[in-house]
């Protein structure tokens, strides 16, 4: 049994997030320039416009009124229309390629740790940080370990507080934050 997520604080974004993988799989989405808390948000303010939550009924959206519903205030992201996008992108490949079932990303085939992360990178806004990130979530906090994940997750597999990955609450999330300072820093030091 996986514990509850935490990653916004708010216990009924986060419940959305528990209760839905796809909704886990958007949270990471839209984690980027924006704080985790917000980015993991958002799901549920689509759930809130949207009044439901449903990977078929994003992805066959209307475009322009799914942009108007995550531009509503408060946005779901700072950058709501190329974020729109992406999400309504991620939701249709999901349908027309695991019917609607974001889960057999890492199911379909009894598949091990670098056929699930080359299955993440596929899709739509999803790079290999992002995909390796969002495989460690699902290894530390979903209880999905196939053969060789933390390896494919690469430095996110480790008991580091690096990502999202990481934080199971408000003070975990303060650890993770101190390491990503400490690395830009170092970074901004080596130039």
Do not use: N
């Not at 085939?109 to 999803?126: H, S, W």
């Amino acid at each position: 049994m996986t514990s509850r997520l935490w990653m916004t604080g708010d216990e009924a974004a986060d419940r959305l997030l528990d209760d839905d993988p796809f909704a886990l799989l958007v949270g990471m989405l839209l984690d980027q320039q924006v704080a985790m808390e917000t980015a993991f948000a958002g799901p549920a303010k689509i759930a809130d416009r949207m009044g439901g939550w449903d990977v078929h009924r994003i992805a066959e959206a209307d475009p322009d009124d799914f942009t108007a519903l995550c531009a509503t205030p408060p946005a779901v992201h700072r950058y709501p229309g190329s974020m729109a996008g992406r999400i309504q992108a991620v939701a249709r490949a999901v349908v027309e390629q695991y019917d609607g079932d974001v889960t057999r990303l890492w199911t379909d085939g009894d598949p091990d740790g670098p056929t699930v992360l080359r299955r993440l990178k596929a899709l739509p806004g999803f790079g290999d940080q992002k995909a390796r990130i969002f495989l460690a979530l699902l290894g530390k906090q979903r209880g999905v370990q196939p053969a060789g994940w933390r390896e494919a997750a690469g430095a996110y597999g480790d008991d580091e507080f690096r990502s999202i990955a990481d934080v199971r609450d408000a003070g975990s999330l303060g650890k993770v934050r101190e390491t990503k300072r400490a690395a830009k820093a170092a970074a901004k030091a080596a130039r």
